[in-house]
């Protein structure tokens, strides 16, 4: 499966876009993502099931078909936040979307910064757009990774 990939800093600007397949990934990885929502449902927070990733937890939260929020932490930091949406609702989508973006005019407005990025306008589906909020490298870099596993088991998992 194909799907896309948008990464907004802080201040929303489009940071970059990728495309991605589910196929180029290494299975056991996109399957520890699975295995967590077959564990865990739609509404979780618990740490990756991964050796020596045990201080990375993963926060979903789904209210609808094919739409979710998701946060990795290491401890009470988060590192990213990121919006999947499968573009099997538009509302839901639509929604998730706007959370994400409100989220960001929460953290940046109080030190007056605009964000110049609507993320409603992004109409590629399905869709991953993540906000790096550490700056934390190692795990950025880390977390990267681990997001696009994420997303390739939640769009295979919405069908």
Do not use: K
Request: hydrophobic share 50%; glycine share 6%; aromatic share 6%.
């Amino acid at each position: 499966m194909v799907f896309h990939d948008a990464t907004i800093t802080l201040v929303g600007n489009r940071y970059s876009t990728r495309t991605h397949d589910s196929a180029d990934l290494a299975p056991a990885a996109v399957e520890v993502f699975r295995s967590m929502f077959d564990q865990h449902g739609d509404h979780f927070r618990v740490g990756l099931p991964v050796a020596g990733l045990e201080w990375l937890e993963l926060a979903l939260d789904s209210e609808a078909d094919g739409a979710a929020l998701a946060t990795f932490w290491r401890g009470e930091v988060p590192i990213t936040i990121s919006a999947l949406v499968a573009g099997l609702d538009a509302d839901a989508d639509r929604e998730v979307l706007r959370g994400l973006q409100s989220l960001i005019l929460q953290l940046t407005r109080p030190h007056g910064v605009e964000p110049t990025f609507d993320l409603l306008g992004i109409d590629l589906r399905p869709l991953i757009v993540s906000v790096p909020i550490a700056p934390d490298r190692e795990a950025l870099t880390i977390v990267a990774d681990a997001e696009t596993c994420l997303a390739a088991a939640w769009f295979a998992r919405c069908g």
